[in-house]
């Protein structure tokens, strides 16, 4: 049997692949380093509130923290480095070389693929958006059938790669201050320092509230969502979140005549079901 | 029996270590000034008055810190000259810069504060303009009792601790020649206190801030910034805040390599340390930033969230709360809704055929 099958069933629940152990070591790898950078940098942008002293001196105190700070700062950005080595790779290994084999290459039909990458945002995703605040303001019983990743999900990818770039060269260009302004004005530490703290608080807020919302505190996944650590997706989430994908998965699994209804759906087709 | 020996033994050790402790805690008193007996009555905590204003005025000296303090070898008369009797008739202001009875060893002369205010009727903390003329608002400008009060001995220690303090280790090398301990921990503490600041860098800051942190003060000079908060915002202001001791203050950047800090000039002033030509000397000490080029201090230490000030600064901090205005209210907007969704799995709303 394969190791990961799309498909695994234990203690009568059916859950979904999603995450390769690559992928969960990567998230891992970023989620440490990132509460770490908050915990030690937030004291620094609110130095003067009654909390920064206590959760400095936790961290060792002006002397030590910045030094964990840097650390762990490196740390990130040789993950981001490492995530776009492997992006590239597995892109053209399995995605790239095959269309070669295939057929002639060219440069459409590769910026075709990329445009296609489950993580790109597309119309559907402005759709979802649309059919989402519906549902929301009670306008449909339905929920948006998501695909592999929604929305959410591109946001919460791309907003994070969007940050580490921006807080990553202002980082390094503090930390190399000296260097940096052999070519550059004294200014542009200025600006670093702006869009460092002023970016990474953005980050930290967008993560602690969207992103844990979505992923741990949200009624459907409280306590806390485990398919960070397990990589795969319980029936019920997957059929409230990626409906889409879910019916696609169990098609092709040959499970077609097993598949839930869509969220919210259930209830409303008994009750149909009961008055006929 | 051996046992319970040991335990004396033990507790012997410990009770002659805390008698040592507790005689040095209560050594500093040996060094007393209190030569006309003031303490008689100003020993006492409430001893207090109120004034012609009705402003109640404490007049209690606690002597242990006084003696700690780099004033401890000035008798109390040394300075409040008009009071010639006990009990006395409501003292004047102590003024600084009279000549104390003291001999500076170095001139033999009679010790006095005359210097640093030759300094600083020098500087641009001066009350006067070059000309001579009295500046507008002379009355903002510091005079001693603004900046300082009576500081305490705050001496480095350097026998191989990183412990502040005197180091008695570092005393046992003084006993081989100098005889009495008085002398011997007057002259560590101040030669000690003298190699540093009497203050931290957070302290210095606080002290500038009386004058250059006040709006009012700030717009009736036309200052360009509130000193202290903007140095407040920079990496060097927020280590002061947690009280890193190495970080520079107003007065390393402010006051040039080896001047009083009295001669402090304005950065209109070529002599100035903060001249535009003369920044980058600061920032290039071997001490601080020894391998940046003049480049680097260009860097604005006093810019403010200010769109007059630092206006390309502002508008790049607007786009930021912008930007995190811009995507978290909707966010959470959802996340709002999504909560009250959850309680009503199943409600719709149903349009009227």
Known sequence: ?276 | MKRAGQVFRKNLNFIIVLICVLLFAFASSVFAADIGNCLLCHKYPGISRVDENGDLKLFYVNEDIFNNSVHAKVNCEGCHTDIKKVPHDPAKKVDCLIECHIMEPSTEKKFSHKDADFFLANSVHSKKEKDGNPKKFAEDMPTCKDCHDNPLYRPLSFFKKVRYGVSEASLGRCRVCHKKDEFIYRFYNHVTTRLHKSRNPLNIAEVCARCHNDPEIVARHNLSTKAVYSYGETFHGKAARFLDERIPDCLDCHVRQGESVHQMMSHEDPLSSTYKDNRSNICTNMDCHPSASPKFATYSVHAEFNKTQSPVQYYFTFFFIVLTGGTLLPLMGIIFLDCIRRLFPHAVIKRRK
């Open chain 1, 1 to 276: 049997m394969e190791k990961t099958p799309a498909i695994k069933i234990k203690n009568g629940t059916r859950y979904f692949y999603r995450f390769t152990v690559n992928q969960r070591i990567q998230h891992v790898i970023l989620a440490w380093s990132v509460v770490t950078l908050v915990l030690t940098g937030m004291p620094l942008k609110f130095p003067d509130t009654s909390w920064a002293p206590y959760l400095y001196s936790l961290f060792g105190g002006i002397h030590a923290a910045p030094v964990i700070h840097k650390v762990f700062g490196a740390i990130l950005l040789a993950l981001f480095v490492y995530h776009i080595v492997y992006l590239v790779y597995v892109i053209y290994k399995y995605q790239v070389l095959p269309l070669k084999q295939k057929e002639r290459l060219t440069t459409g039909k590769v910026l075709k693929l990329i445009a296609n990458q489950p993580l790109v945002p597309n119309l559907k995703d402005a759709k979802d958006i649309r059919d989402l605040m519906k549902y929301l303001l009670y306008m449909t019983r339905k929920r948006p059938d998501g695909a592999k990743y929604t929305w959410k999900e591109k946001f919460d990818y791309w907003a994070p790669f969007w940050g580490m770039v921006i807080i990553g060269l202002s980082g390094l260009v503090m930390w190399n201050k000296e260097l940096a302004t052999m070519i550059f004005p004294g200014e542009l530490i200025n600006f670093s320092l702006i869009a460092h703290s002023d970016e990474a608080l953005l980050a930290a807020l967008f993560l602690f509230i969207w992103h844990w919302y979505n992923a741990h505190f949200s009624e459907a996944v409280f306590p806390m969502g485990t398919a960070f650590i397990t990589g795969y997706l319980p029936e019920a989430l997957m059929v409230e979140e990626h409906y889409e994908d879910y019916v696609e998965i169990m098609t092709k699994a040959g499970l077609a005549d097993e598949i839930l209804p869509p969220h919210g759906m259930h209830a409303v087709a008994s009750e149909e079901g009961g008055q006929a």
